[in-house]
């Protein structure tokens, strides 16, 4: 099985930082794209941030110059660095991951089950 494990979120001012940690376990040969994805209450989910296995980065305009990913491929592991935290930012983040796992397999995206961000005015 493979488990996608999200950690980090919490309640902060804005203005403030928070750092989510993502961990897959599991039976994996190699994940791919890593991504964080956000779901505010009312609203679709969103892209918020992806990094390649080679570590090319993508970002929505809205957290472009605020968030950073980043990746450890060797503890399978992604990153969020939030700075400069606005109300807007409010959601439920969640990460997923590309993964085969075996050498052969179809890359299957797995989905963590999401830490809530809370950012208060």
């Known amino acids: 099985q493979v488990q996608l494990v999200e950690s980090g979120g919490g309640l902060v001012q804005a203005g403030g930082s928070l750092r989510l940690s993502c961990a897959a376990s599991?039976?994996?040969?190699?994940?791919?794209?890593m991504a964080w994805y956000r779901q505010a209450p009312g609203k679709q989910r969103e892209l918020v941030a992806l990094?390649?296995?080679?570590?090319?980065?993508n970002y929505a305009e809205t957290v472009k110059g605020r968030f950073t990913i980043s990746r450890d491929n060797a503890k399978k592991t992604v990153i969020l660095q939030m700075n400069s935290l606005k109300p807007e930012d409010t959601a439920v983040y969640f990460c997923?991951?590309?993964?085969?796992?075996?050498?052969?397999?179809?890359?299957?995206?797995?989905w963590g089950q999401g830490t809530q961000v809370t950012v208060s005015s």
């Open positions: 997923n991951g590309d993964v085969a796992r075996t050498p052969n397999s179809v890359v299957i995206k797995y």
């Open positions: 599991g039976s994996i040969f190699r994940v791919d794209d």
């Open positions: 990094i390649t296995r080679g570590g090319n980065t």
